[in-house]
Nanobody, 121 residues
Framework: QVQFVESGGGLVQPGGSLRLSCSASGNSFSIYAMGWYRQGPGKQRELVAAITSGATSAGTTTYLDSVKGRFTISRDNAKKMVYLQMNNLEPEDTAVYYC???????????WGQGTQVTVSS
């Protein structure tokens, strides 16, 4: 079992940037493909960005079409951390953001509290 604590959200104006952090606890973090998810008001949770597993922190990344070129996911296996750099934010990016195992490769672990991102002028 792996647990996650997300942080770094906040209120930002359109065009602004935020960097989200996810701290993982538990064993074998590096073997899991990871993802950042979001759930906007009245919407279903969606996978925004994903990064493959591996013995090193380098991994192949994939993104939701609407965030390509604006968001970057990365991981540091030694620190058991996953990051999401978000640039050129849009009001449509407003949501609670979560990290977890990539659900395309296995059942997610228990969800953390998430971190709220609000993009508004």
């Amino acid at each position: 079992q792996v647990q996650f604590v997300e942080s770094g959200g906040g209120l930002v104006q359109p065009g602004g940037s935020l960097r989200l952090s996810c701290s993982a606890s538990g064993n074998s973090f590096s073997i899991y493909a990871m993802g950042w998810y979001r759930q906007g008001p009245g919407k279903q949770r969606e996978l925004v960005a994903a990064i493959t597993s591996g013995a090193t922190s380098a991994g192949t990344t994939t993104y939701l079409d609407s965030v390509k070129g604006r968001f970057t996911i990365s991981r540091d296996n030694a620190k058991k951390m996953v990051y999401l750099q978000m640039n050129n934010l849009e009001p449509e990016d407003t949501a609670v953001y979560y990290c977890n195992r990539n659900w395309n490769y296995g059942s997610p672990f228990d969800w953390g509290q998430g971190t709220q991102v609000t993009v508004s002028s």
